[in-house]
T-cell receptor, first 112, second 113 residues
Framework: QKEVEQNSGPLSVPEGAIASLNCTYSDRGSQSFFWYRQYSGKSPELIMSIYSNGDKEDGRFTAQLNKASQYVSLLIRDSQPSDSATYLCAVGAGGGADGLTFGKGTHLIIQP | GAGVSQTPSNKVTEKGKYVELRCDPISGHTALYWYRQSLGQGPEFLIYFQGTGAADDSGLPNDRFFAVRPEGSVSTLKIQRTERGDSAVYLC???????????FGQGTRLTVV
């Protein structure tokens, strides 16, 4: 049974600070890792993908992957109220043979 | 189209009825996925198509659920003898295939009364 664990929150962060979201996964063979943002009543929106160990930066977002520890994180710099949403961590097996396994999501609140 | 399109946006049906949910993927995307999301949960994988064939249907909860993609583009998720527990948002996603990024449609909210 593949599992993806996230702290459900809410995680409250002051505007302008760094928000740090974490995720662990159980399947050591996983090879693809994604972060989705989901606003209330909307569908998930892809914001980051990462496939190899280390950091990947895109604008204010940085994804970090540590396969040895089976750990993925997302950092959001200069947090804005519009970043308030649920952030879903998703993990895929190698070769794209099946769908993604999602965590339950972390509810992030950016306080103005 | 520019994005993944799902119809209808909302569907209310009576317990025991049959429903069909449609997904039109991003043009050129060969991989198509169906997920189901209940309140407070992450999306739950149902089935994955690569082209016309179901490459992985291990997430379908029982034989009341079936999906097709006859021409490798539009897909239909079919639910027979609906139950109240089937109420959820059904999400479709598509990708170029392989280990690549998947993009979601707006979902179909199914309510079984």
């Amino acid at each position: 049974q593949k599992e993806v664990e996230q702290n459900s929150g809410p995680l409250s962060v002051p505007e302008g600070a760094i928000a740090s979201l974490n995720c662990t996964y159980s399947d050591r063979g996983s090879q693809s890792f994604f972060w989705y943002r989901q606003y209330s009543g909307k569908s998930p929106e892809l914001i980051m993908s990462i496939y190899s160990n280390g950091d990947k930066e895109d604008g204010r977002f940085t994804a970090q992957l540590n396969k040895a520890s089976q750990y993925v994180s997302l950092l959001i710099r200069d947090s804005q109220p519009s970043d308030s949403a649920t952030y879903l961590c998703a993990v895929g097996a190698g070769g794209g043979a099946d769908g993604l396994t999602f965590g339950k999501g972390t509810h992030l609140i950016i306080q103005p | 189209g520019a994005g993944v399109s799902q119809t209808p946006s909302n569907k209310v049906t009576e317990k025991g009825k049959y429903v069909e949910l449609r997904c039109d993927p991003i043009s050129g995307h060969t991989a198509l996925y169906w997920y189901r999301q209940s309140l407070g949960q992450g999306p739950e994988f149902l089935i994955y198509f690569q082209g016309t064939g179901a490459a992985d249907d291990s997430g379908l909860p029982n034989d009341r659920f079936f999906a097709v993609r006859p021409e490798g583009s539009v897909s239909t998720l079919k639910i027979q003898r609906t139950e109240r527990g089937d109420s959820a948002v059904y999400l479709c996603a598509s990708s170029l295939g392989g280990v690549t990024e998947a993009f979601f449609g707006q979902g179909t909210r199914l309510t079984v009364v």
